[in-house]
Nanobody
Framework: VQLQASGGGLVQAGGSLRLSCAASGRPFSNYVMGWFRQAPGKEREFVTA????????DYVDSVKGRFTISRDNAKNTVYLQMNSLKPEDTAVYYC?????????????????WGQGTQVTVSS
């Protein structure tokens, strides 16, 4: 599976961004999709993930109520809608995929990774 993330940018605190991750190469609907992020000087951390049919999601506590993950299997794309952004959300955001039936929250669970897209939130 090849993953291409896009949609990052510079936004003021309180603003919104929508990230996209387009997949190719394998049947997209067979894969659990996740978003991770890595801030400067920090380890990469789990943000959210969604199961194959889009009915089950999981979020890290720090983004609950602000971020929403969704997927369109017909378009082979997963989205991350980010609202009420905070400066601490500044990071490179990565999408990831794993052939699985359950939502996965650990970095080592994922087999395929996109190249990352930079999100910068100014105060």
């Amino acid at each position: 599976v090849q993953l291409q993330a896009s949609g990052g940018g510079l936004v003021q605190a309180g603003g919104s961004l929508r990230l996209s991750c387009a997949a190719s190469g394998r049947p997209f609907s067979n894969y659990v999709m996740g978003w991770f992020r890595q801030a400067p000087g920090k380890e990469r951390e789990f943000v959210t993930a969604i199961n194959r049919n889009g009915y089950r999601m999981d979020y890290v506590d720090s983004v609950k109520g602000r971020f929403t993950i969704s997927r369109d299997n017909a378009k082979n794309t997963v989205y991350l809608q980010m609202n009420s952004l905070k400066p601490e959300d500044t990071a490179v955001y990565y999408c990831a995929a794993r052939y699985s039936t359950v939502v996965l929250t650990t970095e080592t669970s994922y087999d395929y990774w996109g190249q990352g897209t930079q999100v910068t939130v100014s105060s």
